[in-house]
């Protein structure tokens, strides 16, 4: 079965700080990884995606992951945080088979002025 | 444009009724997705189409029936079997199943009075 986990539920950041959101994933074989963000009360905009090559990959809005195999993560960074990046953000994973997209429970980051 | 499109936007259900959440893509996508979103669980897998008149269950069917009578449409029915529906109902479609993000509509918002 495969399954996302977001460790971290709530994360505080000043403007201007730099960004690592966590995510860990299940999947048996190799995964199509991505993340989401969303906007209150909106549907889910899709960030960046990995599906192979390589490990670092650049999204929109000055968003870059990179993929770990070893650590079965995909971790979500940003050197400098914008007031207008405080959302809740989703990381998913997929893969080869006929399954739809598992979703984590989600990080909501907050950016203190 | 090309996108996806929920409504309504807001839908309030009394006990015992059914409901019909409608989604509409001009994305000719092949795969449509019902996602239901629960503040702290993320997003569960309701049902999932990949093509015309062909549905499968996702991770918490129970309660909900769909349908994919064409390309376009996978209206979500909520029955009165569904105990604890009030939640943020979300509809997404892709390409195909693999390595293809998700694009996501708005939403719709369902309460029961």
């Known amino acids: 079965a495969q399954s996302v986990t977001q460790p971290d539920i709530h994360i505080t950041v000043s403007e201007g700080a730099s960004l690592e959101l966590r995510c860990n994933y299940s999947?048996?074989?190799?995964?199509?990884l991505f993340w989401y963000v969303q906007s209150p009360g909106q549907g889910l905009q899709l960030l960046l995606k990995?599906?192979?090559?390589?490990?670092l990959v650049q999204g929109i809005k000055g968003f870059e992951a990179e993929f770990k195999r070893s650590q079965s993560s995909f971790n979500l960074r940003k050197p400098s945080v914008h007031w207008s990046d405080a959302a809740e953000y989703f990381c998913a994973v997929g893969g080869t088979g006929r399954r739809a997209l598992t979703f984590g429970s989600g990080t909501r980051l907050q950016v203190q002025p | 444009d090309g996108g996806i499109t929920q409504s309504p936007k807001y839908l309030f259900r009394k006990e015992g009724q059914n409901v019909t959440l409608s989604c509409e893509q001009n994305?000719?996508?092949?795969?449509m997705y019902w996602y239901r979103q629960d503040p702290g669980q993320g997003l569960r897998l309701i049902y999932y189409?990949?093509?015309?008149?062909?549905?499968q269950k996702g991770d918490i069917a129970e309660g909900y029936s769909v349908s994919r009578e064409k390309k376009e449409s996978f209206p979500l029915t909520v029955t009165s079997a569904q105990k604890n529906p009030t939640a943020f109902y979300l509809c997404a479609s892709s390409e195909g199943t693999g390595p293809f993000g998700y694009t996501f509509g708005s939403g719709t918002r369902l309460t029961v009075v």
């Open positions: 999947y048996g074989a190799t995964p199509y």
């Open positions: 990995y599906f192979s090559g390589d490990t």
């Open positions: 994305l000719n996508h092949d795969a």
């Open positions: 189409s990949q093509i015309v008149n062909d549905f």
